[in-house]
């Protein structure tokens, strides 16, 4: 037991080692997968050097380079999509109706688990709840205001 906690923070350290060494570039040429998991392994505030440091990459570079990382991402991101429709069509009406209803399900969960966290608050947790959301909120609206910014 003890030996695979060790192994498992061993891992967890050599991880984010591994992720603190990674640059702009590395980061992109990431599968979505890797990338998630990339991220996943990182606190919140490396998350948040990591975004700003990718930003402040992009900045740098020329609009030539910016237009070709766009079109670059929108080539991979119609590429990914082409691949889940092909596996869609692929699939049997049962096997769409299972992935249907297995979202469904997992949608009805999250909420059902967001409702009960939402009534067991208190008015003052509730309250600090909402500014939390409504920062989250200005946050995204400035992002979509951004152009392709990483």
């Known amino acids: ?16 080692g591994v ?3 990674q640059s702009a570039d590395d980061v992109r040429a990431m599968t979505p997968e890797d990338r998630k998991a990339y991220f996943q392994a990182m606190s919140p505030e490396e998350r948040a050097a990591k975004r700003e440091e990718l930003r ?55 909420r059902a688990r967001m409702r009960e966290l939402w009534d067991s608050m ?7 709840a909402k500014a939390r959301m409504a920062e989250r909120r ?8 951004r152009t392709d910014d990483p």
């Not at 208190?122 to 600090?128: F, G, H, P, Q, T």
């Not at 200005?138 to 205001?145: M, N, P, T």
């Open 19 to 21: 992720a603190a060494a």
């Open 138 to 145: 200005k946050q995204r609206l400035r992002a979509d205001q």
């Open 122 to 128: 208190s008015d003052e947790e509730r309250a600090a």
């Open 56 to 110: 402040d990459h992009f900045e740098s570079l020329s609009e030539d380079e910016k237009q070709a990382l766009r079109e670059q991402r929108r080539a991979e991101r119609d590429q990914r999509r082409a691949e889940q429709r092909a596996k869609w069509d692929a699939m049997s009406e049962e096997e769409r109706q299972a992935i249907v209803e297995q979202r469904r399900a997992s949608r009805d969960e999250k």
């Open 1 to 16: 037991m003890k030996r695979t906690v060790l192994i498992a923070a061993w891992s967890t350290m050599l991880l984010a």
